[in-house]
Structure formats: structure tokens, C-alpha cells
């Protein structure tokens, strides 16, 4: 009987498995992370300009807010249509070409249809009690809004 209780002490109980380690990880957790980092440059890359033309857009619209007169505001576009159309030749356009240019660029055809004097003509001339500013500054922060 001893031969037996001894061979039921050395018996033990059904156990699972021992616990995988923590370090180091599958190779499916290394393609993930992988993954992980491939998208988040990728997003980096993406969203950049995006996030370039909203820090311009908000200068813009901050400065607009301060000019005062129709030289500055004309000015102004003229700094935003450059900074966001780099590649375009509208330092050189005036008049009609100017507009057709800003109307081009728009979203809404027609913001600057009754405001032709005033970024052809204002800009250049002494300031005179009758000029609509705000209609202009109204125009331009709406084509900030949509083309920068």
C-alpha cells in the first residue's frame, strides 16, 4: 500500500499548455506594425498640403479681416491667388483677364461679376467716400474661402 499511495502523489492534474511569451512577437504583429507605419507616412504625406492650404486660407481670411481699403484687400487677393496657383501666370493679369482668372478658380461662377471696378479701377485710385469695400472684402473672403 505504500508502493501505491506513493504513486499517487507523484500523479498530477489535467494542465493546459504553458503561456506563449510576450516578447518577442509573431511575425503577423511585425507586418501589422509594418502596415501601421506605411499608412501613417502615407496619411502624413496626403493631408500635408491640405493642412499647408488651411493654415494660408486662415492667414488670409485674419488679414483681410484688418485691410481697410480696396488697395489692400486687391493686394491680398493678389497674394493669395500667387501662393495657391504657383504655377500660374496671374501676377501679370489685370482687368478682364484678372477676373476671368479668379472666376475661373471659383466654385460659384460670378462672385466678381458687379465688382469689376472695383478690383480694376479701386485699387489704384484715391479712396473716395462712395466706395463699397465691403461688398469687395465680402467677394474675396468668399473665393478664399473656396479656391485657397
Known amino acids: 500500500m505504500n508502493e501505491n499511495v506513493d504513486l499517487y502523489l507523484r500523479l498530477r492534474d489535467v494542465h493546459g499548455p504553458e503561456l506563449p511569451p510576450w516578447w518577442p512577437p509573431a511575425p503577423g504583429w511585425w507586418l501589422a506594425l509594418l502596415a501601421l507605419c506605411a499608412l501613417a507616412v502615407l ?7 491640405r493642412w499647408r492650404r488651411y493654415r494660408l486660407r486662415r492667414r488670409l481670411l485674419a488679414a483681410l479681416e484688418a485691410a481697410s481699403s480696396a488697395a489692400q484687400i486687391a493686394a491680398l487677393l493678389r497674394a493669395a491667388a500667387l501662393a495657391r496657383f504657383p504655377g500660374e501666370q496671374a501676377a501679370g493679369l489685370h482687368g478682364a483677364t484678372w477676373i476671368a482668372f479668379l472666376e475661373s478658380r471659383d ?6 461679376a458687379g465688382l469689376a471696378d472695383a ?11 462712395g466706395d463699397d469695400v ?11 474661402k473656396a479656391a485657397v
Open 107 to 112: 466654385r460659384r461662377p460670378g462672385r466678381f
Open 134 to 144: 465691403a461688398a469687395l472684402r465680402a467677394a474675396v473672403r468668399g473665393w478664399l
Open 43 to 49: 496619411a502624413v504625406h496626403l493631408l500635408r498640403p
Open 119 to 129: 478690383l480694376s479701377a479701386m485699387p489704384y485710385r484715391a479712396p473716395r467716400p
